[in-house]
């Protein structure tokens, strides 16, 4: 099955400064890759995703690339603020799989701290 | 529009005691259903999904089971809880494969967990 790493496990970064997290995957099949973030306490919402046909997406101060080829896809923040402070789970799956769960392989997650 | 409810938030249970923890998704039909669990300070394990009625894939081996008796609805039991079934439970739904349009997991506000 597929086994999604992510890294790094914690990053801390100044207000205003980029963040980014980067996740392997190893079944090259996976063709969905989405970013969720969760604050304290709360359930994951999804932030971004990106599927295979494209190599970036972006939307306004977050953005995902892909390398199908490696294998490794990265969410970059820029211009980070402190409500920007949560854990980010990076995850793969495979979409148009008939009868099947699709779901989603998860990384295990980062820990990001914005200091004010 | 499409809503999840997942309850009870907040549960505190003896070891060896069940559980059942149940989840229900409205404004859709025939959409896939998941078990999380995140442990402390840790990633998300898938431990189900069920892409139909009565139709429950187990991801990891454990004393935890997982029924479907209605098309929206996905239950979580246990008959003796372990101190190691301690988590945070989240339950996820996301849109049938055959509708091709999205395979986002939307989830569920989460059940705190604490076996003591």
């Known amino acids: 099955g597929e086994n999604v790493e992510q890294h790094p496990s914690t990053l801390s970064v100044q207000e205003g400064d980029s963040a980014v997290i980067k996740c392997t995957y190893s079944?090259?099949?996976?063709?969905?890759f989405p970013w969720y973030k969760q604050e304290l306490g709360k359930r994951p919402q999804l932030i971004i995703d990106i599927r295979s046909n494209v190599g970036e997406k972006k939307d306004q101060r977050i953005a995902v690339t892909l390398n199908k080829t490696a294998k490794h896809f990265s969410l970059h923040i820029t211009e980070t603020q402190p409500e920007d402070s949560a854990v980010y789970f990076c995850a793969a799956s495979i979409i148009l799989r008939r009868n099947a769960g699709n779901m989603l392989t998860f990384g295990g997650g980062t820990r990001l701290m914005v200091k004010p | 529009s499409q809503t999840i409810h997942q309850w009870p938030a907040t549960l505190v249970q003896p070891v060896g005691s069940p559980l059942s923890l149940e989840c229900t998704v409205e404004?859709?039909?025939?959409?896939?259903l998941y078990w999380y669990r995140q442990a402390a300070g840790r990633g998300l394990q898938l431990l189900f999904y069920s892409v139909g009625i009565g139709q429950i894939s187990s991801e990891v081996p454990q004393n935890l089971s997982a029924s479907r008796p209605q098309d929206r609805q996905f239950i979580l039991s246990s008959k003796k809880l372990l101190l190691s079934d301690s988590g945070f439970y989240l339950c996820a739904w996301s849109p049938y494969p055959g509708l091709q349009k999205s395979t986002e997991a939307f989830f569920g506000q989460g059940t705190r967990l604490t076996v003591v």
């Open positions: 079944d090259s099949a996976s063709n969905y």
């Open positions: 404004g859709t039909s025939n959409p896939n």
